[in-house]
T-cell receptor
């Protein structure tokens, strides 16, 4: 059973388009995250949600909007995609109060 | 100065070698220290987790934390080709903080 799953795994799209990435976890965790890994492999937090509530919002353009319909799901919607948005986006989850995070397999976004 | 520094490598070793991977950090508030392993085109997977200073051993892997020097290490004994991956250190300053990652060190173990 996949603990943290993301869809799609690969996403190629044109500049200016709007796209969404979905994430689901079956670990019973109450906190979910979105991380961005750039071409230099640097992994950086974007958002964190606890029980559907936004608790961390790093300096991310407003074009990125996370949505958590329930504590097992955290989706990422990106408007007006730019070339610089090309990266691998990772979803992760944990229990609040525990720093061990479990990651999904990543979504490789390429904006052309 | 970046919060977490990690040599990107690549680090190439022959099978059976002892590998030492390291990170330095500047934030003295960090108390939780983790090592993640990331295979190519996969998500990071948690390998080792330590709290505060000291050593922790799990099979061929040993994690060391020296808070006085702000330095953490991961040792891999009897390295195997299957250990070839990127190793990321990660740190947090409380159970309610998010993780700050190093850039990762690519390890290549040749048969």
């Amino acid at each position: 059973d996949t603990a943290v799953s993301q869809t799609p795994k690969y996403l190629v799209t044109q500049m200016g388009n709007d796209k969404s990435i979905k994430c689901e976890q079956n670990l019973g965790h109450d906190t979910m995250y979105w991380y961005k890994q750039d071409s230099k492999k640097f992994l950086k937090i974007m958002f964190s949600y606890n029980n559907k509530e936004l608790i961390i919002n790093e300096t991310v353009p407003n074009r990125f909007s996370p949505k958590s319909p329930d504590k097992a799901h955290l989706n990422l919607h990106i408007n007006s995609l730019e070339l610089g948005d090309s990266a691998v986006y990772f979803c992760a989850s944990s229990y609040r109060g525990e720093t061990e995070a479990f990651f999904g397999q990543g979504t490789r976004l390429t904006v052309v | 100065q970046k919060e977490v520094e990690q040599d990107p490598g690549p680090l190439s070793v022959p099978e059976g070698a002892i590998v030492s991977l390291n990170c330095t950090y500047s934030n003295s508030a960090f108390q939780y220290f983790m090592w993640y392993r990331q295979y190519s085109r996969k998500g990071p997977e948690l390998l080792m987790y330590t709290y505060s200073s000291g050593n922790k051993e799990d099979g061929r892997f040993t994690a060391q934390v020296d808070k006085s020097s702000k330095y953490i290490s991961l040792f891999i004994r009897d390295s195997q080709p299957s250990d070839s991956a990127t190793y990321l250190c990660a740190m947090g300053n409380s159970g309610y903080s998010t993780l700050t990652f190093g850039k990762g060190t690519m390890l290549l173990v040749s048969p």
